[in-house]
């Protein structure tokens, strides 16, 4: 069992930046390769980026690479989510999720997943 616990929503204005972390419970955080998902208001959850186990391989929805970065420190059982440039169309809740399986951007592919942290960019 994992518990994955987020922070770092917020209120920011078109071209700035946030960062989005999720911690992550038990002893076995390098065994789960790790997701951020996003859910905007009458949308459908949708994949933004991903990272694999030791953190050799990260993937983008296109919308965000060059803007998004991902990255991981298994030591601190932490994953994160650095955001710059960010746009009003990046207005969500952002969910981080953990799979045991290989890197994937499917949402189905994941076994937990953390509540979700607003985000909200004003133009």
């Known amino acids: 069992q994992v518990q994955l616990v987020p922070s770092g929503g917020g209120l920011v204005q078109a071209g700035g930046s946030l960062r989005l972390s999720c911690a992550a419970s038990g002893r076995t955080f390098s065994s789960y390769a790790m997701g951020w998902f996003r859910q905007g208001s009458g949308k459908e959850r949708e994949f933004v980026a991903a990272i694999s186990r030791i953190g050799g391989s990260t993937g983008y929805k296109d919308s965000v690479k060059g803007r998004f970065t991902i990255s991981r420190d298994n030591a601190k059982n932490t994953v994160y989510l650095q955001m710059n440039s960010l746009k009003p169309e990046d207005t969500a809740v952002y969910y981080c999720?953990?799979?045991?399986?290989?890197?994937?951007?499917?949402?189905?592919?994941?076994?937990?997943w953390g509540q979700g942290t607003q985000v909200t960019v004003s133009s």
């Open positions: 999720a953990a799979t045991r399986s290989v890197f994937s951007s499917m949402y189905r592919d994941y076994d937990y």
